[in-house]
């Protein structure tokens, strides 16, 4: 995707970029590059590329959510940013908290935050189960794209949520996992309220988006470990 068709794509998305959101996309993408040298951040570096796969891909989540009505937003296992650090540079006001359980990317992440100039933005360094402990129904908006299998996703991904908002995760086919997920969803007391799946311009490969809305504290004391979740499914 070129960088003219992905502002008409975002434009389509209801998404207005500025000169100065350009030029952060711009420098996002040379960092990502440069970075990805020394450490494995994505596969893919190919710019248009980037822009459909990444930069675009993630600027879909609108497509379930207005963010200019949200404040706060987490995004769980994000990497190189995706989609939270895109989806500061689209809506400067969220705040936006960045969380991995490896070092190495927080590190890029920081770079990356310090040259675009970035506010209201920080990263965490640590496991999102362990996370959540602390931070219990704090968020308006988690998000997680490419991380686990939804099941887990909505064990430690739900206790950040705040009652009546929203746990949105970003698939790519997810037929199956929904129906592995009937149980968890009772559990975690969270309600499907939307589901988008729609095909990528250009390469037309499937994804989907689940909106999940929070209707009251789940009984789950805390959640548990990847490892603890496999061997004994709630
Ligand atoms: N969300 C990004 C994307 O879509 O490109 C990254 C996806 S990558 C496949 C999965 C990321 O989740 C990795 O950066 C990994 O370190 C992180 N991760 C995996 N398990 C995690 C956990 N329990 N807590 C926090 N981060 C985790």
Not at 99 to 121: C, Y
Not at 195 to 209: A, K, V
Request: glycine share 2%; aromatic share 8%.
């Amino acid at each position: 995707m070129t960088e003219d068709r992905f502002e008409r794509e975002l434009e389509l998305l209801g998404v207005s970029l500025s000169e100065n959101q350009k030029i952060q996309f711009e420098t996002y993408y040379k960092l990502l590059v440069e970075w990805n040298k020394k450490m494995n951040l994505t596969g893919i570096t190919d710019k248009e590329q980037v822009y459909l796969k990444h930069f675009y891909d993630s600027a879909t989540l609108v497509k379930v959510i207005d963010l200019r009505e949200e404040k706060t937003l987490c995004d769980i296992g994000t990497g190189a940013g995706f989609p939270g650090l895109v989806l500061k540079i689209l809506f400067p006001e969220l705040e936006v908290t960045l969380v991995d359980a490896l070092n190495k990317r927080i590190l890029f992440l920081e770079h990356v935050i310090e040259v675009l100039k970035l506010k209201n933005i920080k990263t965490i360094h640590e496991r999102a189960e362990e996370y959540a402990k602390e931070h219990r129904e704090e968020f308006d908006v988690v998000t997680s794209r490419a991380v686990a299998a939804l099941p887990m996703l909505l064990e430690y991904s739900v206790p950040l949520v705040k009652i009546g908002k929203y746990f949105i995760p970003m698939k790519a086919d997810i037929a199956q996992e929904i129906k592995a997920s009937e149980r968890s969803i009772k559990i975690m007391s969270v309600k499907l309220k939307c589901q988008e799946t729609f095909s990528l311009p250009i390469e037309n490969s499937t994804r989907t988006i689940l909106k999940f809305q929070k209707e009251k504290s789940s009984h789950v004391k805390y959640p548990r470990k990847f490892s603890e979740i496999k061997r004994n499914p709630l």
